[in-house]
């Protein structure tokens, strides 16, 4: 039987000997009422587990005996306190070894989860710790493998791949202040699905993806099984022309200045301008699933709407489809819409 134990406080002198030690139960204390009372709460506050516990050891340095002493010892309990069957699981004994860290570091990076890691265990009667402690351990593992920096991790990892495989392909930029700018890598095998699939290209931005937030920017297609596969990837701080034309140029150079016949974006205007300076010969297309968002942003008419999906997602000839449009405009007498 017992109850978990931590740290109170604690005086150092300037020479760095302490003076006073303290500790208190887990469940000591109350809650600061500057928690409780947040007038811009948004959640209901979590259960107070505090209970006021009035155990506690304290000890104090005593200089005329040149040791230490326990000054005060309460052993008033004011809770109930943790079984045989439980105490492992109190918080001072909970800890991930070594041991179980190596193995569930090799699992996971044979793609098996925290969660079922957990359960391959057995359950928390064979362990002596949760699923959060095994989480808080894992990602301290990946924060030590991190810890020169997560940029010059991602540029060791690249150099590394490359050293694999020549064909593998990057290139970034550094900032005024020593920071990773733009990245832009590819390999070998989007090298090779571009050779047979690259005559319509997809340019797409996806922002705020990531925790710095930088654009991550996609340059992918579709093989003839409909099936999408990435042909380059960039993140960038930013997105104005000079980036994209970045992009672009780079992308040329690893494909040997093989243009596409077509390429399709969002409706962002620094995309429109880069491309016309680095794709003269690509037809450049809007990407539908934008245009319909735009429409049903501002088109209230339901039967208009039907009418423009149709249009837009049948396949079709041009002459076809110039027949449809013009048919659409005279059925919702849009002649004179400007």
Known sequence: MGF???????????????????WVCSREGRRDLKHVNREDRRKEPRPDTRV???????????FEEDKYVVSEFVRLHTHKLACPSTTKFLKCHRKVSDANYAQAHTLCRVGMKTSQIMKLCGGYQYVLFTMKDLYNRMNGGRMEEIADGDAKGVVAYLFTKKDADSEVYFNFTVTYNGR???????????????????????????????????PLVVIYGINNHFCMFIFACVTVPDEEVKTYEWILNNFLEVIDGKQPLSIVTNEAPQMRKAIKMCFLNAKHRFCSWHIQQNLISNIANEEFREWFKNCMYRNCSIDQFETKWANLITSCNLQNND
């Open 52 to 62: 006021d516990y009035q155990a506690t050891l304290k000890i104090r340095y005593a």
């Open 4 to 22: 978990s134990v931590r740290k109170g406080y604690k005086f150092i002198d300037d020479n760095g000997r302490v003076h006073y030690r303290q």
């Open 180 to 214: 990773l700018g733009r990245l832009f890598w590819l390999d070998s095998r989007s090298k090779e699905d571009y050779k047979y699939y690259g005559d319509i290209v997809v340019f797409n931005s996806i922002y705020n993806t990531n925790r710095y937030p930088y």
